[in-house]
């Protein structure tokens, strides 16, 4: 039998191997014993700490190094398998990994073998039945299962309790379940890990995914103040935090880490790669740069997206982020723009669309979007049912019919009621809360507009459009303590953005006040 090896990935662990792998001198640091021999353990190590992250591509190098200096590492094939599919996302790509088992072993039987210690026998077992037979969502549900049954046998193993934390919120996505039980239980399996090892890169990570809603967001703060500095050179670990910055308001830490995760993935991307790890970043860059009021910096993540487009050859990730992006920017800057409708036209298009055509007095291209909306809500999804009530909801109101648009904004209410709570950039772009305020606002029911703003800040702390709105609709009730609050905060937002005609609100509104 191998000599038992118990190896820390060093913080400043480098490769060795081709320049490009070099550029990885952060990654975190774990300890993870294993059978493998001392060589292949160290890129072993390099494999797992840069998997917590979700690099996948620069893991699978790792754990292929370590295969060639050791064929019969068990684990390192382990580590491969998990480098080919999302733990949180469907759309699986099961040949992948079942094709590097099979480079393990022809059966599942000869491939165990090669697993001396009982714990790489569980580790090896439950991917075994991750990549089996069977609907890919059962299969996440019994992995899930299985690395709960390791955690309980090896409970003081912190390798075993972060990939149980993981596989824990994999099935909790695959059961759609959202009682947040199994969040919990994954953040109760990394977050003791996180305590004991500060530098570990996948106990604040999962951390992270574990309370990423505005209920259980605080939880997760120090993890991600802490993952920010843990692995500087995976472009994922960079805008993992940003998951709960967005969900404290922190807009300025939101720009900063996505603008770092960019440059990170751009100076990674080769040719032929996916962009998702590029894309990403620029989504959610542009979003805290908006609630900042930097429009500016807004359009040029813009402008980084349509780069990236071409330079992908139009991969289907950037070709659908682009439209979202433009859309985004339209609500929050109200740079109202109405853009022909056509069959194609995305749904985030169309609601940008529609409330601008309500917006510029066109009805006409406004009517042209609610009934395309209404098309693309009857092939499902709720958010698409969310938007087509927004848009009629707007026409119905530019139409002097009050009424029908508190009724269809009602009606939206009980579908965003269905869906997860929100994390990241609002989805649709146009908050619905946010504007179900502002047409009760318009409707003069202020008190009850101060209700909806209310909820749109509880869902999205910080939003500066619900700021504003929350600050009219208070001033407009008569509440001056809450509508100043709401100023305060917005200007605070966009501080230096003197030029905004909500900043210049704000400002006389609060000076108002000083001289009563």
Known sequence: MKRLLVVAAALTLLFAGAPAQAQFDSVGSLNF???GAPEAQQHFLRGVAILHSFGWKQAIVEFQAAQQLDPDFAM??????????????????????????QRLGATREERSAKAPTAREKGFLDAVETLWGEGEYNDRRVAYMEAMLRLAERFPNDDEVATFAAVATLSGARALDDRSFRY???????????????????????????AFDDPIHAPLALPAALRYAEIAPSV??????PTHIFIQHGMWDYVSDHNQIAYDVARDLWEPGDSVGDTVHPLDWGQYGD?????????????????????????QARAASTLPLLNARYVVETEEWKVLPVTDD????ELLATGISAVKTGDLAT????????????????AANEIMYREVSAMVRLARGQGDLAVALMDEAMEFVVGMRLPNGAASPVKPPYELYGEILLELDRPDEAVTRFKTSL??????????????????????RVTATAQYEKLRSNWSGRDQLPGYQEASRFLQQSNDQ
């Open 235 to 240: 472009a994922h670990a960079r805008h993992m």
């Open 458 to 479: 509880e869902r999205m702390p910080g939003r500066a459009r619900s700021l504003l709105g929350l600050a009219r609709a208070a001033a407009a009730s008569g509440d």
């Open 345 to 348: 036209s995305p749904a985030a």
């Open 290 to 314: 908006l609630q900042l009021g930097d429009y500016a910096k807004a359009r040029t993540w813009i402008e980084r997206l349509e780069m990236v487009h071409r330079e992908s050859d139009g």
């Open 366 to 381: 406004a009517a042209q979007a609610e009934a395309r909306l209404e098309a693309l809500a009857e092939s499902g999804g």
């Open 183 to 209: 969040e919990i239980l994954a953040g109760s399996l990394a977050v003791p890990v996180f305590q004991r090892n500060p530098n570990h890169p996948g106990a604040p990570h999962y951390t992270i995914h």
């Open 76 to 101: 390192a094939y382990w580590g491969e398998t998990l480098c080919y599919n999302h733990p949180l996302f469907g759309n699986p790509d099961d040949e992948s990994p079942r094709a590097v088992l």
């Open 33 to 35: 014993p294993t059978s």
